[in-house]
């Protein structure tokens, strides 16, 4: 362990960090008290349920496996990074709780995309992981150099709660989707879907960017998570904006995003390489699975590019694109 990886927090930090986790337990208790009541009669002007056959709910589907895949992610990554810092603040167990209730409502939603799906395990991750995002700015800014390269490396990551913000939105969207909605945030739902899956592959790369400059990109692979995924954003909110439909932008979109979810994969073995080459490999995992590159951190490729090809095969059913094809 670095100096620079754990520093005491003061009383504020820990009293809003407490704060927090009593709000997330709260979020957890209402889920799991949540009456099964009897469902309501559906509005004559509310969407026909979907068939799991149904090219909608087929996409719902993808979008709520993709949250679950982030949702894991976070859980994994945060248990291990947090758990390297002590738990030294109340607030480092809030994103384990809310990334299992998001991990559970989105593998639910997942078996079934036309059922209906509690909203607050998703709406709650929204506001920990921005109130996460806080936390690890006011851990970087803390230290001794305040926003420097040093404490950018070694400090609290300071995009990675994003994920879990992430998560909660695609399960949120995903439970619209299932019901059938047509629009998401006032836009059509396919391209609200492929801006947002767009941004989070921008801002993924970001973060693996940084910490592949630390590791001084030894390995030439550890180039293809900063060159790869921005391109297949660039591509997916082309294929996104409004602007006339292209099938060839499409259809190129779609194959890096499967280029881009295979890179996911591919990360999980790369890093699982890096572990095993740290003294002691994985014959003394217990150290060199927080000291090595972070296993759980690849996935988070894979779990967008999902999202975005959802938001394609969503946006490729909208008037306009049925008009050109």
Known sequence: MTPLARTASGPGARALGALT????????????????????????H??????????????????????????????SDSALEHYRGGFENPGMFAP??????????AANGARRPGRSVAALPFGAACAIGMAGLGFHVYNVLRRPGGLSWG???????????????LAGLLGLAAREVGRGEA????????????????AGLAGTSMEAALLHFRGAYHNPAMWLPVGLPPVGAALLAAASAPAAPSRRRSRLARGWLAATAWLGAGGVAFHAFGIARQMGGWRNWSQNLLSGPPLPAPPSFSALALAGRAA?????????????A
């Open 183 to 198: 629009n998401l945030a006032g836009m059509p739902r396919g391209r609200a879907l492929g801006m947002l899956a767009a």
């Open 312 to 324: 394609l095969a969503l946006r490729a059913r909208e008037p306009a694109w049925r008009e050109a």
């Open 151 to 165: 404490n950018l490396f070694y400090a609290a990551p300071v995009g990675a709660p994003a994920a879990l913000s």
């Open 96 to 105: 384990l709780a809310s990334a299992a209730l998001v991990l559970a409502g």
């Open 46 to 75: 509310a969407p026909a349920p979907l068939r799991s056959a149904d090219p909608e709910a087929r996409a719902a589907g993808q979008l709520y496996l993709s949250s679950a895949m982030l949702a894991a992610s976070v859980l």
């Open 21 to 44: 986790l009593g709000l997330t337990l709260a979020a957890v208790l209402a889920a799991r008290s949540r009456p099964r009541s009897v469902r309501p009669a559906r509005p004559m």
